[in-house]
């Protein structure tokens, strides 16, 4: 729906399945549930299903707290196609009172839209201002002494314990969010720019690397649909001549997305969770992986090319039917033939192949992998 080539699509998908972040899809993370609400609302949302992807969205952000960001899409997607039935001078919005209607109706749909999604992180934050910020409720005492102890050494907070409360409870919009983050985790603007994280900076390099070069592809590509943000009503848009793959107009809101993500990440979070913090997030780091793949290795030109703009399967093949068999799969063709591909292929499969497996070795032995 996005891509519009099949091919590319089931390349990006097999390279979800060795993603970098792969440990975290498999341990008892948040990382997988998110990535499948989140992605399924997505999809919902480009096949037109608004609201039962507003409430996938929704589930999202009960998942993770980074899935409120998500509402941009949807906002994005109602004010794109308002903007192009201006443009098309749809008879609907001739009458004045007609245009007000149709404000009127884009803004309560986009509210209560954003109020859903948003709403699961306003329970939570009421939910932990009444366990901390309210009476004592003797729920300590249910906790063994070890683990008070330990709470007392770190300086946290144990809910319901009598005594004076956490500053952000006095806070004029209290969420305790972002008071952990900043009293516990070190979290904030540059914090982390430090001699002795380097070794971290390291580890979230490739994914960095990545994630600029799909925003600089892009945009250099598009400079006129990115200066117009993709609200312009393109004439080969309307003749279904409109490019396609990564480059294609539909990946603009999704670009925009995973390159705000990768701003804020590496400059205001831990730098080291970049690498799953996008790659739950967006799908664009297997689209660009992707994308570079079939462009720039010659070993799956071979395989015929992929230029279908119609959204249609190729040479009558449904999308799953790629992956049947060992010569079908482009990621098993290219490793067996590593000694043949481009030192751009072996960078991102050993990218992608490499931190998976690091990553269960590590991860699963205690050893510092985030």
């Not at 008070?148 to 004029?172: H, I, N």
């Not at 209290?174 to 904030?188: A, E, K, L």
């Not at 249609?312 to 067996?336: A, C, E």
């Not at 070795?361 to 050893?367: E, K, M, R, T």
């Amino acid at each position: 729906a996005v891509l519009r080539r099949h091919r590319q699509a089931f390349l990006a998908a097999l390279l979800f399945s060795v993603s970098p972040a792969g440990v975290f899809m498999a341990a008892t993370y948040s990382e997988s549930m998110f990535a499948c609400l989140a992605f399924s609302a997505m999809w919902q949302l480009e096949k037109g299903q608004s609201w039962l992807s507003g409430l996938l969205f929704t589930l999202a952000s009960a998942a993770r707290a980074n899935g409120m960001v998500n509402a941009g899409f949807f906002l994005y997607s109602r004010g794109k196609r308002f903007a192009f039935q201006l443009q098309g001078g749809s008879a609907s919005l001739r009458k004045l009172s007609s245009l007000w209607k149709q404000v009127l109706s884009l803004a309560v749909s986009a509210a209560l839209m954003c109020a859903g999604i948003f709403l699961p992180f306003a329970l939570f934050q009421y939910y932990a201002y009444e366990r901390f910020c309210g009476p004592g409720t003797g729920l300590a005492q249910s906790i063994p002494e070890p683990l008070l102890e330990l709470a007392r050494d770190k300086g946290y907070r144990v809910a319901g314990m009598a005594g004076a409360k956490p500053p952000w409870c006095s806070q004029r919009f209290p969420v305790v969010y972002s008071y952990i983050q900043d009293t516990y985790w070190n979290v904030g603007f540059l914090r982390y720019f430090e001699l002795r994280q380097i070794p971290n900076f390291l580890l979230a390099l490739p994914v960095t690397l990545l994630g600029s070069w799909a925003a600089w592809t892009y945009v250099s590509t598009n400079p006129r649909h990115c200066l117009t943000l993709g609200l312009e009503r393109r004439k080969s848009e309307e003749r279904g001549e409109a490019r396609d793959g990564f480059c294609g107009p539909a990946v603009f809101v999704y670009l925009v997305h995973a390159t705000a993500l990768l701003v804020f990440g590496f400059s205001c979070m831990h730098v080291q969770v970049l690498t799953r913090f996008l790659g739950s997030s967006s799908p664009i780091l297997y689209w660009f992986s992707a994308h570079l793949l079939q462009e720039h290795e010659p070993l799956l030109w071979s395989t015929g090319t992929d230029n279908s703009t119609s959204g249609k399967p190729l040479q009558g093949k449904s999308p799953s039917s790629y992956g049947k068999g060992t010569s079908d799969n482009p990621v098993v063709r290219l490793l067996l033939s590593w000694r043949l591909i481009t030192p751009l292929s072996k960078s991102i499969l050993g990218f992608f192949l490499g931190y998976w497996l690091l990553g269960l070795i590590l991860h699963c032995n205690f050893f510092p992998w985030t």
